[in-house]
């Protein structure tokens, strides 16, 4: 009985790690207001900042969007992306934290800031393939 509650205790102890393995494949900023407006675009992976950049976005009667592919690094692990858009009050994040690669709209429609996400358990090639 002893062996077998010390594996249960030694086993135990696996579940408490942190085996997220999430990765994004894209994100695109899109503006839907008439004013042209900075989002400011953070991702952490398990915690450390590994993305932290301004991309400033035109109206939505030009091209009103970007998509960021190349850029996203590729670290996989427990992923929370933030989205601001400067000069409001405006901040959404999402959280990845299971086995999917993602791929992230955030949409700015003048008054909310909305992200939408699209998962796959099949991996990144499900998004950025042509």
Avoid: K
């Avoid at 205790?9 to 393995?21: E, K, Q």
């Avoid at 695109?28 to 407006?37: F, I, K, Q, V, Y």
């Amino acid at each position: 009985m002893f062996l077998t509650t010390g594996a249960i205790v030694a086993l135990s102890g696996c579940s408490a790690l942190n085996t997220a393995s999430a990765q994004i494949a894209r994100i695109r900023l899109e503006n839907d207001d008439s004013s042209a407006h900075e989002f400011s675009l953070t991702i952490r992976v398990n915690g450390e900042i590994v993305y932290d950049e301004t991309h400033l976005i035109t109206a939505e009667e030009n091209d009103s969007s970007i998509e960021l592919t190349d850029e996203i690094p590729d670290e996989r692990g427990n992923i929370t992306i933030e989205i601001t858009v400067e000069g409001t009050e405006i901040t959404e994040s999402a959280t990845f934290d299971d086995d999917n690669c993602y791929d992230v709209i955030g949409e700015y429609t003048g008054d909310n800031l909305i992200i939408w996400q699209s998962g796959s358990d099949d991996g990144c090639d499900t998004f950025t393939a042509e």
